[in-house]
């Protein structure tokens, strides 16, 4: 997806770079701007793509009628690269020259997390009742939709048995500068913090019956 020998940057230095609303959540950088309607979508994605074009680099673009949404990583190199950052500022550029505000919500990504202790079992399964594909070993996630849309599976290695709560829980990245704030309005509205000892990489909250979720927050997961 990217050019010959792109140079692996990390989360840190790709947020010191790259222009705003682009955004950290884990391996990719996310941006979403307002359009208004489909037509001034369909320009701003035209534009884009010759921009990506001309870097041979390409973001996964999802046009909405009001809003354009869009993803950049090297899926080649299994990280964020200089050829994200590049784009990414090429883009932001597009959109202040059509006068195209970042959309009011920030970015955020979805996936599901299992923990098991012994991942090769299972993962078959998962991968066979989800229609997913299996990504390189190494990667942040281990199972993603073919189409790009649905939540990536990732498998958590387990030590022991957890009988006593659910072993699949959602992960919901946010940016990094959100987190806290996140945390605490969830607190407020019913939950618990369960622990905080994987901070700043994690939280991990329950609802008002222990249903858990982690709160995570770039740089990467582990």
């Not at 390189?136 to 030590?159: C, H, K, N, S, Y």
């Amino acid at each position: 997806m990217s050019g010959s020998n792109p140079t692996p940057v990390s989360a840190a230095a790709a947020t010191g770079e790259v222009s705003e609303p682009w955004r950290v959540l884990c391996d990719t950088l996310h941006a979403a701007y307002q359009t208004g309607n489909m037509v001034r979508g369909g320009e701003f994605v035209a534009k884009v793509i010759d921009a990506a074009e001309a870097a041979g680099h390409h973001p996964d673009i999802d046009l909405r009628y009001g809003s354009v949404h869009l993803a950049l990583t090297t899926h080649s190199a299994h990280r964020l690269t200089d050829a994200d950052v590049a784009l990414a500022n090429a883009i932001a550029a597009i959109a202040d020259h059509m006068g195209l505000d970042a959309t009011a919500a920030p970015p955020g990504r979805f996936e599901v997390a299992i923990d098991a202790l012994d991942i090769a079992r299972i993962r078959p399964f998962w991968k066979a009742v989800l229609g997913y594909r299996d990504e390189p070993e190494g990667g942040p996630v281990d199972l993603t939709d073919p189409a790009g849309i649905l939540p990536a599976i990732w498998f958590q290695q387990m030590d022991e048995p957890r009988p006593q709560r659910s072993r699949v829980h959602v992960d919901f990245w946010v940016p990094h500068d959100l987190v806290q704030e996140r945390v605490a309005t969830a607190v407020e509205a019913g939950g618990h913090l369960v622990t905080d000892e994987f901070a700043p990489t994690w939280w991990v909250l329950a609802d008002a019956e222990d249903n858990e979720i982690c709160l995570c927050a770039w740089p990467e997961r582990g």
